[in-house]
């Protein structure tokens, strides 16, 4: 296998592993990783779940739908539908006239050239970094970059080819 085959191997594993571990790739909010030890993942998920379970014993009704913002499915209570992690009410919303609509391909390739541009811009900022911490950081996020690159090209090749 040739150098360069080696290390796109290694730099597609290192994107997945970053996306799985849920690293940042925002350029400027980006904070060297923080990985939650075991107990306190248990903790939280142990009072979302205590929450859903209370509000069903109480008579709410899960939906299919989930939250906007979190992910978590949603629950209608006495006929407002609740987010139970967010805590928040959850609205939905209806459309009063026509919709615009985007060719799928116009935004992909906008889409695409973004991602480079940050990929790009990272770049930048790594060759003239000298602190560890934050080369680990800039490397994080243009690992987490090309990971979505590879996925939206996939995506976009899959698309031509229907």
Known sequence: MSKD????????????????VGLSCDLYTAQ???LLDRTEIIRKLSDDVKRM????????????DVCPEC??????????IFCAKCNKPV?????????????????????????????????????????????????NLVFGWLSMLEKLRSLR?????S
């Open 91 to 139: 609205v939905y919303a209806r459309a009063t006239g026509p919709q615009a609509t985007v060719s799928p391909s116009l935004l992909l390739e906008t889409v695409e050239q973004t991602i480079v541009g940050k990929i790009s811009e990272t770049n930048a900022l790594l060759k003239l970094e000298k602190d560890p911490e934050k080369m680990s950081v800039y490397s």
């Open 32 to 34: 060297p990783p923080r």
């Open 53 to 64: 379970a209370d509000l069903l014993k109480s008579g709410a009704t899960m939906l299919s």
């Open 71 to 80: 992910g978590n499915p949603l629950f209608r209570v006495k006929g407002d």
């Open 157 to 161: 090749d899959s698309d031509r080819e």
């Open 5 to 20: 085959a080696l290390l796109a191997l290694s730099l597609t594993r290192l994107l997945s592993l970053a996306a799985h």
